[in-house]
T-cell receptor, first 113, second 114 residues
């Protein structure tokens, strides 16, 4: 078990709604990255937060946004949900911006209907 | 473009056999690679990593080999057990625009039969 926890574990939303997913990073880790994993595929990088600032972003629209708090926990917000947003959302924490071990939480399974 | 791919989508082995999972990467500048194991309904679990200044690294029952000449990674699991059944991903730590991100392949499903 890693020290990375995500909540909720499962969520069902209606198309057009907004959702907030939460992540608590492993103790001592100051970087949180979010990934989207569609069924049967590998995780895709959404964005990364380092010391409360967005440090990098993948090919996701602006309706995907995030925050990192002083205790390094993080939120992922998705507005105007679409059916294709249905996926497992993973949070990974690491020490520093990269090149080191990244540990994942168990994920939040989001279903958009 | 950037990609990390796997040669075999599914690998079936007998319990006790050795397993080899392969992975190709495209960015020759990448210098850090990680293997993850993902069981159904769970997040990816760190197995082992390797940096580009090494060509082999061993852990408990697992070995990762890196061939930079052909941009190839492999994960070897010795004496495969039923608990090893999962999807395995290799991930490339890619540096771009001043930040690092992990680029994953689609994964290889390992099925261990008694």
């Amino acid at each position: 078990e890693t020290g990375v926890t995500q909540s909720p574990t499962h969520l069902i939303k209606t198309r057009g709604q907004q959702v907030t997913l939460r992540c608590s990073s492993q103790s001592g880790h100051n970087t949180v990255s979010w990934y989207q994993q569609a069924l049967g595929q590998g995780p895709q990088f959404i964005f990364q937060y380092y010391r409360e600032e967005e440090n990098g972003r993948g090919n996701f629209p602006p309706r995907f946004s995030g925050l990192q708090f002083p205790n390094y926990s993080s939120e992922l917000n998705v507005n105007a949900l679409e059916l294709d947003d249905s996926a497992l959302y993973l949070c990974a924490s690491s020490l520093g911006r990269g090149g080191t071990e990244a540990f994942f939480g168990q994920g939040t399974r989001l279903t958009v209907v | 473009g950037e990609s990390v791919g796997l040669h075999l989508p599914t690998l079936s082995v007998q319990e006790g056999d050795n397993s080899i999972i392969n992975c190709a990467y495209s960015n020759s500048a990448s210098d850090y690679f990680i293997w993850y194991k993902q069981e159904s309904g769970k997040g990816p679990q760190f197995i082992i990593d390797i940096r580009s200044n090494m060509d082999k690294r061993q852990g408990q029952r697992v070995t990762v080999l890196l061939n930079k000449t052909v941009k190839h990674l492999s994960l070897q699991i010795a004496a495969t057990q039923p608990g090893d059944s999962a999807v395995y991903f290799c991930a490339e730590d890619s540096v771009s625009g001043g930040y690092n991100k992990l680029i994953f392949g689609a994964g290889t499903r390992l099925a261990v039969h008694p």
